[in-house]
């Protein structure tokens, strides 16, 4: 922590993961309706508050593991004097973790494995890592207190021991949180899809004509306007998404095989009508 701390403070540091894990999620949303998120040009804090809901699930889970390990070294110390315990402890600790750790590089090695599993690999190596060292530690904390004057590695190989495994279990959890906040863009993505209706439905008017083209989607010749200022009306849109004068559209009957997604400009030219959806 006093490492991160001199290259970053705390605060700048978590900003950049929202905004990180806010763009993940945003992307793999968007890309489900083959829309290119970068088109919509979104701010800094569009990014941060989508990071929220990609978020939770994988700080709860570290929050706990944190607990339970923490409960379960206070165990550990207080099981060092019991022989032989340690022992079997640390063996037992080190093999699940070498078992584990194995376990996902043979996900790394083999993509088709890293497919079926997405999140677990990663975890693997964290908690392969972790267990593997932690294991060491308890073999060589016991064989210090039986043997008070035999020689221990020097205290600069262990702190560097230890901040590399550090540094890959942090890795490995940034690797599966990563993957958790595109999975949560495109559950949300196909949440969206299965509630289109009730997406705020949009009439376009339009001094040009448009050629929005898709399943639902209705093109109106307005010859009669008065004013000449309009002659075009698009109705069957639903709204997507507004971001900088930019609407996202899509058709009211859209699906991934048929149908586009739109990215229309506001502009003098054009007049938007929003209407409510209709909730299934």
Known sequence: MQLLGAIAAPATLLTALLFYFGWVRTNSF?????VEASVLRLTPPDYLLRSVDGLYVPLGIVLVAGVLAVWGHLWVATALDREPLPRLLAAETSGVGLVVFGAG???VLDPRLADVYPFLLPV????GAGLTAYGRWIWQRAQATR???????PRSVSAAGAVLVALLVVLALFWAANDFAGAVGRGRAAATLRALDERPGVVLYSAERLFLQ???VREQSLPDDPHGRYRYRYEGLRLLIESDERLVLLPAGWTPEAGPAFVVAQDEALRVEFRPGTPG
């Open 124 to 127: 693997c190596l964290a908690v």
């Open 105 to 107: 590089v043979a996900g």
């Open 30 to 34: 968007f890309q489900e309706f083959g």
């Open 214 to 216: 898709g399943p639902g």
């Open 147 to 153: 043997r008070p004057g035999r020689p221990t590695p």
